[in-house]
């Protein structure tokens, strides 16, 4: 039995110097040590022997047991470490590699622009407000004075949504949200997205960008209006800039115009960019509010005036970055975009 025990152990201990893993490990703790393992079977034989035998092959049977044990531990602790250093090798990050060649992104030279425009307003007194792409009829034509029988109204001009909804044509709707919602005196602008019914070219695009302003106060004159769009005109461009102011219809502004500026491109001097007018046509419209939509939006037109614009930003994103064709603008190509 002594000789039987002490096979069991050279067994046991050659298996584990044999590149063990640790479910072999685990096997090899089972099949030795285990209620059903060979140490137990051992000792079932006990009874066969001596009573002087007994307490010396129980006491060396307990020994083996111990050497076992000791052994399967210590070995579990080895191949546990190297698992962990095999891990924590594959797992490093160099933080050598690379990184100059992954992309970064930035804001798109029309929001940049949108950003400009209202920072330029912020500074001068103004907040900056938001309305919906999705607009009421009522906020954006009727409550705006657009009579019924009004061009861009009609179906082959604006997209309606059905019959009271449709996408705002334009960001003047704004105008009477803010005078509903806040009252007189007022003072905001709002930039974003506007619709219309029109084919692309490189001037037109359905989908294009407004920023609209609105002040609202006692003794509001013209003159307000023209000193507000100069300066701001001459903190975007350059105090070199000048302004014309052409007469205009709009249904909610009376009297009303259409701003134009100096040809950014040859500073007036008259270049094919201008039609050698020396002026960038058309770049906002603009005007007194007209009383009715006062009234319409619960302000007193006795005691209140305002003024309010409208300039559209593709067109001053144009102006400035001399961009020629207005899908630029809206294709993602990171080529063009990577320029701003
Ligand atoms: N909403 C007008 C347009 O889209 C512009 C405008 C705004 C004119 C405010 C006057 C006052 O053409």
Known sequence: ??????????????????????????????????KKGEITKILRDMGKLS???????????????ADLENKINETKEILKTKAKEQRIDSETIDITVNTKDIKRGHRHPLIQTAEELEDLFISMGFSVVTGPEIETVENNFDALNSPDNHPSRDLSDTFYINDELLLRTHTSPVQIRSM???????????????????DVDDTHSPMFHQLE??????????ANLIHTLDIFIKELFGDDMKTRYRPHHFPFTEPSAEVDVTCIECRGEGCPACNFTGWSMELLGCGMVHPQVLENCGIDSEKYTGFAFGMGIDRIAMVKYGIKDIRLLFENDNRFLEQF
């Open 51 to 65: 009573a002087e035998m007994r307490p010396v092959i129980g006491q060396m049977a307990n020994e083996v047991r």
């Open 1 to 34: 039995m002594k000789e039987r025990l002490e096979a069991l152990r050279d067994a046991a201990f050659k298996e584990i110097q044999d590149n063990i893993d640790l479910n072999e490990l685990e096997e090899l703790r089972v099949k030795f040590l285990g």
């Open 213 to 222: 302003g609105l002040v609202v106060d006692e003794n509001i004159s013209m």
């Open 180 to 198: 509903k919602k806040y009252g007189a005196p007022l003072r905001i602008v709002s930039a974003g997205r506007t619709f219309r019914y029109d």
